[in-house]
């Protein structure tokens, strides 16, 4: 039996669409699940555009995504907490459970991480095959193209959550897809004021949607200086960094109100310059390295959260194409005009 799958067939880019065999043969620990939406990650793009980072990580043929929600057609003989006709979503982080960090319980940090759809084969398909470990049994009576978004969810509720931000001033840098959500987190746990930042303009329009009081433009203001004049000369509680922006990361440094917190998901290409002793040491700051999400922590924020009907998922997921369309698709979430965008096989 053959299945429709989207992969990185070379060492080039773009992807490829193919026939291959149906991943229905299990090990005890895994399960077949047919995809009933997938929604398309920055890192897709990255290896899409083969740029230097896939260059060195990816090993082609691969299929590739790793961001999903579908249905549990058959499970391995020792799998106990998944079943058949189950909604499941998956934790992308496959964890060895052997290694320092893990026996410690931060898996989020497990140094021998394999990642669905980098490292091993991925979701741009009808089908898929995953370890037990990683699925979260969803709320079925929602909408599978919302429930696909979910992991990248965590990605920014990780961002957001790590620090206070109930009843706090929250500078969100960086409006992709990610950002996008971080402002929507914000909104619905009560942030004081939301100060985003983005250059895009579907994205400024985007996030004044999802709950931003204001949207500063780098490219048309001073930042450092509207930040201060919104928040009374203080500076922000709390920053969080989406945008992985060389001159956006150390603007931040300057608007932090002494005593913030920082919360860093962006990777950033080239080196960062700050003022160690000034704007970390004598302001009293905290900050923190955002890797993926608390392995489960972070999942039954996201599950709540999107289960109480707070987040705007209805204008966060911006774009629905058939898995066919993927060129359109990657067309679309390359331009920047977007927020999520979401396939369905």
Request: glycine share 8%; aromatic share 6%; net charge negative.
């Amino acid at each position: 039996m053959e299945m429709t799958a989207f992969i990185k067939e070379t060492r080039d880019a773009g992807f490829k669409k193919t026939k291959k065999k149906v991943p229905n043969e299990l090990k005890s620990d895994e399960v077949f699940i047919q995809v009933l939406a997938t929604s398309i990650c920055g890192t897709d793009v990255h290896i899409y555009k083969w740029d230097q980072w896939s260059q060195g990580r990816i090993k082609p043929p691969l299929t590739v995504g790793h961001e999903f929600c579908g249905k549990v057609l058959a499970v391995g003989s020792d799998v106990k907490d998944v079943s058949v006709g189950d909604t499941v979503s998956a934790e992308t982080h496959i964890i060895c459970g052997t290694c320092e960090f893990c026996k410690r319980g931060e898996f989020h940090i497990c140094e021998n991480t394999k990642i669905i759809g980098v490292d091993t084969d991925g979701c741009f398909a009808e089908f898929a095959r995953m370890p037990a470990h990683n699925l979260i049994v969803n709320n079925s009576n929602i909408d599978p193209k919302y429930l696909s978004i979910q992991e990248p969810l965590g990605n920014a509720m990780h961002t957001m959550m790590h620090f206070d931000i109930v009843d706090k001033t929250v500078a969100v840098v960086g409006c992709g897809p990610i950002g996008l959500m971080g402002v929507n987190i914000a909104k619905a746990v009560g942030s004081k004021k939301i100060i985003a930042i983005e250059i895009n303009d579907y994205r400024i329009k985007l996030a004044k949607e999802l709950g931003a009081h204001v949207v500063i433009n780098p490219l048309k203001e001073d930042v450092i200086k509207r930040v201060m004049e919104e928040t009374d000369g203080k500076g922000v509680d709390v920053v969080t960094e989406f945008s992985g922006n060389k001159t956006a990361i150390e603007q931040s440094f300057k608007y932090i109100k002494p005593g913030g917190n920082m919360s860093l998901l962006g990777i950033v290409p080239s080196n960062v310059e700050i003022d160690l002793s000034n704007d970390i040491v004598f302001k009293g700051i905290s900050i923190y390295g955002v890797v993926g999400r608390l392995m489960f922590k972070t999942w039954d924020q996201v599950t709540l959260m999107v289960q109480s009907g707070k987040l705007d998922l209805e204008k966060i997921v911006t774009h629905t194409f058939p898995l066919d369309q993927m060129e359109e698709a990657m067309a679309v979430m390359i331009s920047g005009n977007s927020g999520k965008v979401v396939l369905i096989p």
